[in-house]
């Protein structure tokens, strides 16, 4: 066969598959957000925004995004210097760190749910210790605070990894010489982190930074195993929408709304951690 | 004062002795070239010196200052690496001021220094590119200047042109001997090339299987090698040997002629250089075996009693394949050595 038109016929399967599952159901889905029956409309927009429950759920997810992502950030970097600092047993510390990438979303909300519930682990550990008296209901609404931690405490244990392994291979991409000249000139430690393994790393962390952060925008079943309705996002919104009112087409909004705010902050990042022409390694 | 000493030094990794008690001194300002065959050891010492691997044994002092506890930038040193390491995502100008940066000197005296170095290699046109904008000899020069901007006492290189082609090379060779006698800096120059060697050393320390081999001036080198392995290895094409029967008297038997040489009861290796053979009336009976003319030279491989030998011969003569030379060596250059030890006998 031609061998120009080979590539495009080997990926010819691949985008009709996505073609039809995901570009097709994303036309449907923008059909279904503009409009309500008689034509083009932003109704379903202005109705979801307006409801109450709108701004304080926006308002909890970027929250929730923005404590959660820098500090999932910040470990990941460390975790990766140090498995690249490693000689033996590099590998099986990596398994061991990424296995809660393995466990989906609701059972890392149970597992951290037995944890903080009333007759959860904490609980026992602290009336074990004489703290307190009798086991204190955590998730309630009177700590809102101790739910807003227990939720970024369970996001932060199961989606570090994913930064992780990104990370990861990006630091093994840095070629050793780097950090000798950047020694022999005098550079420390963290200097050699901050001029060195952060800026060459830029590729990877763009990478990193926006998957982590698409996921936090869509956070929803650890949300609902530990806050239920306590703490709205925009994720469970959406749900609420399409499954408790069966308002379609609000949901639908919602999804776009959703995907907008991650377009948004993808460009952001892109744009805040490019790499300039000829600088790249 | 930047003298170099390196005293009974050797380096273990694992089992494997990649350095065997290494002692050698370095004049300040002298230009000290470490040659020897790729994995002979010549990177492990350099990087003991400047304190990116430790010895497993030994001292290294600079500067009267015992160093080997030391990390690399409190040793006054500044080295220029083998693929330049120069940093990606710095400009030329950030890359020649980084070691400044580090020692946080004013904007105003990196920039004058930045600007000094940079005219000195000629890149003075290029300080606000990449590296990935720039050729590999423009990188190489980058990575000398970061090292001069520093000002060191030391200047280490391994292998720095080794990854430039040959006209580059030799035009960077000449430029990088010039710009570090400028500098007076006391230089160390790691390379597998004895062109390189012989044209820039002040010094050079003949590296084979983790020792020094000899260390001496290059001519001295060439002249009177200290070892069967640096007559084999310096000088292109290399020493011719032969073995040489005592015949009594401070007399020899090499390939059937009777030769002067020293006064010595053992069986010993006669060795001539290929362009001190002349043919003559008398001497080394030679049959040709390939004939390559060389421009300036004819460069003549024969056999002498079954022996592989080389000659170097005035491009005027007529040399045929199979023809019998008889080649005289001159009498001063013949150099002998002990089987036994491999060693020069005097
Ligand atoms: N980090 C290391 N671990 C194990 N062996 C090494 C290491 N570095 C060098 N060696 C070995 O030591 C020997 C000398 O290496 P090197 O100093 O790089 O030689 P050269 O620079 O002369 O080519 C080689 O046989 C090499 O394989
Ligand atoms: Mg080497």
Redesign the interface.
């Known amino acids: 066969m031609n061998a120009r038109v080979l590539p495009y016929v080997l990926i010819l399967p691949v985008t009709a598959f996505l073609c039809l599952f995901f570009l097709y159901p994303f036309v449907l889905v923008a059909k279904q957000a503009f409009s309500t029956g008689d034509g083009f409309t932003l109704d379903n927009f202005r109705q979801v925004v307006g409801y109450w429950k709108f701004p304080i759920s926006l308002q909890n997810t970027l929250l929730l995004a923005a404590a959660v992502v820098p500090v999932q950030l910040a470990l990941a970097l460390l975790m990766a210097t140090m498995v690249n600092k490693m000689q033996r047993g590099r590998d099986l510390v990596l398994y061991v760190w990424t296995i809660p990438l393995g466990i989906s979303d609701l059972a890392a909300g149970i597992i951290w749910l037995a944890i903080f519930e009333q007759s959860g682990f904490l609980n026992s550990m602290l009336s074990g210790l004489g703290v307190v008296d009798r086991p204190v209901n955590f998730l309630s609404y009177q700590h809102p605070g101790v739910v807003f931690l227990a939720i970024a405490l369970a996001e932060i244990w199961r989606a570090t990894a994913i930064m992780l392994v990104i990370l990861v291979a990006g630091i093994g991409l840095i ?1 050793k ?2 950090y ?8 420390s430690p963290w ?1 050699r982190f901050t001029r ?1 393994t952060l ?2 790393l ?1 590729p990877s962390l763009q990478t990193a930074l926006v998957l982590r952060v698409i996921l936090a925008f869509e956070v929803f079943a650890v949300v609902l195993a530990l806050g239920g309705t306590l703490f709205p996002v925009l994720m469970s919104e959406t749900y609420a929408y399409q499954f408790d009112l069966l308002d379609s087409g609000a949901a639908a909004a919602m999804a776009l709304i959703i995907l907008a705010i991650s377009i948004g902050f993808t460009l952001i990042i892109l744009r805040a951690l490019r ?7 | 004062m930047a003298e170099i000493q390196i005293k009974n030094v050797a380096k273990r990794f694992g089992s494997y002795q990649a350095l065997h008690d290494i002692n050698l001194t370095i004049q300040d300002q002298e230009f000290m070239v470490l040659l020897g065959a790729s994995g002979c050891g010549k990177t492990t010492l350099l990087r003991i010196i400047a304190g990116l691997e430790t010895a497993t044994e030994g001292e290294v002092w600079i500067g009267g200052r015992r160093v080997d506890h030391l990390p690399p930038k409190d040793r006054g040193i500044a080295m220029v690496f083998q693929n330049y390491a120069v940093f990606p995502h710095l400009t030329v100008f950030e890359n020649i001021g980084f070691g400044l940066r580090m020692q946080k000197l004013p904007n105003d005296e990196v920039k004058r220094r930045v600007e000094r170095t940079a005219g000195l290699m000629h890149i003075d046109q290029l300080l606000g590119r990449y590296s990935g904008e720039l050729s590999g000899g423009q990188r190489q020069r980058v990575a000398v200047a970061r090292a001069l901007a520093m000002e060191p006492d030391v200047i280490l290189m391994d292998e720095p042109l080794s990854n430039l082609d040959a006209l580059l090379r030799m035009e960077m060779r000449a430029e990088l001997k010039g710009v570090l006698a400028e500098s007076n800096t006391t230089a160390i120059y790691v390379t597998h090339d004895q062109v390189e060697a012989m044209s820039m050393a002040d010094r050079i320390s003949v590296m084979h299987q983790g020792k020094i081999v000899q260390a001496a001036s290059p001519i001295e080198v060439y002249r009177n090698p200290a070892a069967e392995f640096v007559a084999g290895f310096i000088g292109n094409p290399p020493m011719n040997f032969l073995p040489a029967t005592p015949a009594g008297d401070g007399k020899w038997t090499v390939a059937g002629q009777i030769l002067d040489g020293p006064s010595r009861t053992t069986p010993l290796h006669f060795a001539i250089r290929p362009e001190d053979l002349r043919p003559a009336d008398t001497g080394l009976a030679a049959t040709v075996k390939v004939v390559e003319p060389l421009g300036a030279h004819l460069l003549v491989t024969c056999s002498v009693d079954g022996a592989l030998f080389r000659a170097v011969l005035d491009s005027d003569l007529t040399v045929r394949r199979g023809d019998t030379l008889t080649l005289a060596p001159q009498p001063d250059r013949v150099r002998w050595f002990d089987p036994e030890t491999t060693l020069a006998v005097a």
Do not use: Q
């Not at chain 1, 000798?180 to 550079?187: I, K, L, P, T």
């Open positions: 070629p010489e780097y000798e000249a950047a020694e022999v000139f005098g550079a200097k060195i800026p060459l830029r790499v300039p022409k000829g600088a790249t390694i």
